[in-house]
């Protein structure tokens, strides 16, 4: 019989998997006659033989499959398994000792007859398995994720797209070594997959092993050259990091040249000129490079090691209209500019300002369509005595710095919240505030943490302060913005054509329901001069 072993392998997998035992069982044979010492096909039929209640006829199909590839994780499980079943219990722990000695850790329930068994080989699982695991991870439950995506890779260990799913399940869980491995083996099978390589990339840099993701985020980033989330990524992590001097990818040359230009640093007042030829300079390095760099971030950060953990905040919020505990101890100090020009100038300030706590802090353009304003400056607090403590500071120098008419208020958490609670945004200097959190919300937090489980990275790098090619490529896009609510000082910086359309369709629609009121063209030419 004329067959190809792994069509043949693959077709006895489907047929068992559908409890066609007879029909898998003649595909492992015919397999085996060729090939008797096939590993998938002995351990397979072995299998057969254990749904028969035949143990003894299983245990030497599984040892051959053992001696062939002592290395899989599921031939341990079915030998040990048959070894209970044909009540050979005291071979079970020598076995557990031997499946060590070959890296592989098997943990034995208290009930040996619940290891799992499952046919291995072939390189498709079944859909009904793929669906559940991508409806479990789509939805949030990620231990039972987990669990169904390892019984699944210990049946086909050579899917990449299993490998590359438990990879983001471990990542929510925290589990990033465990998800390592498997962004590891997604690259390791498909080492052509510009996903596989970003995905690894993200997880090195959950674990710190920054100069392994700026290889990875590259390898993507050829791989796949016009998919924006891998060199955005890459961007961002040299925000927080300096690579090799051997790393010669143009995006690390051109942020390493962006680095090297020096922000005025003076106490007086910050001239237009300067801010605007600090812009031009960083520009025409990107030109010099010849790349088509973008990014669809908004915000430029200077960030410290703690992880405030926003996005699961905000969406205990949107899902339970509940404010989290967390974010009654948050309270930020917020400069408002008027046009473009004083916001820039703002990043400047905030990339000089010196806080004892090196508090987060971030300039930005508002684009939530039920917050008012547009240019925004902010930085992190933990306390109102705090947050009032760094207003006053910051206050003088945004005065004397930027306009004299610029002022910094104290504001708590974030802005969504006083749309529900109007209370929550009064502030007290010192002293209980107006509202506190309703403990009966605490049952509702455990609740939602109990079933998802965000991304969180294992270490937060504090951002490198100077200029970065990140915040030349946020700037890009502000211009865009800035063009879109009509602000004149746009013009300064020379940007012709548009980066990003949608912050400029976002800006212009924002004034259907907000109105700008910045500084006039004359203005702006007074304050230049």
Known sequence: MDLNFEQALQQGVAAHNEGNTSKAESLYRAILQSQPKHPAANHNLGLIAISANQPAAALPLFKRALDVNPEIEQFWHSYIYALAADNRIEAVEPQIEAAGKHGVKIEVPDDLGSLPLWPVGGNVPPQSQLDGLWDHFQNGRHSAAKKLGDSIVR???????????????????????????????????????????????????????????????????????GALEPSSNLVSLLTAHIPNKDVSHPIVKVDRDVKEIEIDETSGPIPDDS????????????????????????????RNSVDLNCERHLSVFDKFNVIPKFCFGCFKVQVEPRTLLELVKLFVVFDQLQLGESNIRKCMVEIRPRIPGFYKGLVYCSSPEEAYQIADNLERIVKSRIAPDLSASVKRGCSEYPLSYPAYKEVNNSGDQLMSYDETWQPIEEEYDSIHSPHRRKTIWPSLFGMSLSDILIIRNWIDYAKGIGDPSASLFDQDSAISQSLFDTAKKRLETYAWQGLSQTTIGENAR
Do not use: C
């Open 155 to 225: 049946q086909f260990p050579e899917h990449p797209l299993t490998w590359k799913i438990l990879g983001a399940v471990n990542t929510r869980l925290g589990q990033w070594d465990d998800a390592l491995v498997a962004n590891k083996n997604a690259v390791r099978i498909d080492p052509q997959s510009s996903e596989a390589h970003y995905n690894l990339a993200i997880n090195q840099q959950d674990l710190g092993m920054l100069d392994e993701a700026v290889n990875s985020y590259i390898q993507a980033i050829e791989l796949n050259p």
């Open 275 to 302: 801010v605007v030829q600090l812009f031009r300079r960083s520009t025409r390095m990107i030109q010099t490079h010849n790349i088509d760099l973008r990014t669809n971030f908004s915000e430029i950060f200077r």
